[in-house]
C-alpha cells in the first residue's frame, strides 16, 4: 500500500512539473504583453483601494477627485480594473482627460473591467505577480486608498521594494488617516520601536493626507527635482 501510494505522488509530481514548464510560456507571455504595452502610457500614477467601495461613498468621491487633478497635471491613471475604488480612479483619469488604464486579474468574484478604461488600455493577467510588477514598474507613484487584504498585499509590496532599494524612491501616499493611523501607529510603536524590525527612516517612505489638494500639490513638489523614469 505504501509502495503504490509512493508512486502515485511521484507520478503526480512529474506531471506537475510538466505542467510548469508549459506555465513559464504564458508567464513569459504576459510579461512581454504587458511591459509593451505600459512602456507606451507615458508617466502614470499606480491607485490602490477596495473592490467594495461604492459610488456615493467619501473615499469613492475622494478617489475621483485626485485622479482627475493628476490627470489634469498629465499623469496617466493605473488602476486594478475592477470595481469600487479602481472604478473611482479610472472615472477620475477620464474626467480629467487623461490616460485611463486597468490591470486586470482574473478571479471568481469582485472582479469585472469597470466602463472607465480607455478600450486601448484594458489589460487582462492571470497572475497576481505578474499584475505586481505592471503596477510598480512604470508608476511615477502610488496613492494608496482604504482597502482590505489585496490594498495591504500592495501597500507593503510597494514598500518593500522601496525600503530595499530594489525600486528607485517613489512617492506612496496614504489617503484616509481615520483609515490608516491605526496601522501606522502599530508599525510605528511596535514594529519599530518595541521591535526594532524597521527603521525610523524607513517611515518616511509613507505619506499620509486626507484631501487631493495635499496628494496633488506633494506630487507636483517632488517632480520639480526628480525625473520621471521606469522605476527599475
Known sequence: MNGTLKNLKER??????AHSSWQIFKI????VDGFEALAKMGPCISMFGSARTKPGHKYYDLTVEIARRLAEDGFGIISGGGPGVMEAANKGAQLGKGKSVGVNIT???EQYPNNF???DKNLHFDYF?????MFTKYAQGFVMMPGGFGTMDEFFEVATLIQTKKMTETPMVLVGKEY?????EWIRNVMMEKESNINPEDLDLLQLFDTADEVVEYFRVFYTTNKLRPNF
Open 117 to 119: 478604461i480607455d478600450h
Open 12 to 17: 503526480d509530481w512529474t506531471e506537475t512539473k
Open 28 to 31: 513569459m507571455a504576459e510579461f
Open 129 to 133: 505577480f505578474v499584475r505586481k510588477v
Open 180 to 184: 490608516w493611523n491605526g496601522l501606522l
Open 107 to 109: 478571479l471568481p468574484h
